[in-house]
């Protein structure tokens, strides 16, 4: 059997899993901002604090939803891949894009990514101590313009990802790691 955790950090970080199937129940935006506020601790080279949110819950989803379709759309058509896509967005209960500034400084940059990649595991991880689940998700159509234009984040921000977030109706098993013993480089002498 694999290694399950000593203790609740362990076990939360061992088995969390990314949600693609939600139940319809509503989740809680005090409660999520609540664990935003949690999240927010994660480590931060100069307290930059590189991120930004916008949620989409109820009927604003639409808006979420209407610009991934702006996005979609090809000389006036939109498939029916990205409609069923469209559909199965409308019934996860919140949307979450999380959002940095783009620094023209290499190294800024690199760490306002590391840092907001950090809150972003800790609200995950926060979350499933909690049964909400999500799914971090970065997509061809969260780079473009078009969709980015469409929801009000500037050419100067990046869009980290959208979290997908909701009750999990279903739980994937996990897939396997590699044990870090075949990546790890002791030098002890
Ligand atoms: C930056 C980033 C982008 C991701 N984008 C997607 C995505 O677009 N679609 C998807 O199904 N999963 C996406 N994932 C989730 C990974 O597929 C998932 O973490 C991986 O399969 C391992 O599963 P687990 O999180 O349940 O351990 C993304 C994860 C990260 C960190």
Redesign the pocket.
Known sequence: MSYEGKNDVEKTIIS?????KFKTDPVNIEELIELLNVAKWAPNHKLTEPWRFQLYAGTGKEKFVESFLASQERDGNITDKAKNKAAYFREIPLHLVVIMPEDSRKKRWDEDYAAI?AL??NF?LAAWERGIGM?????DW?HDPVFKEAIGVKSDEKI??TLMIGYPKHV?E??K?TDIRELLTIIDE
């Open positions: 969390r899993r990314s949600i693609k990649s972003i595991q995950q799914i971090w998700r970065t997509n969260t980290v990802g994937p996990p897939e790691r």
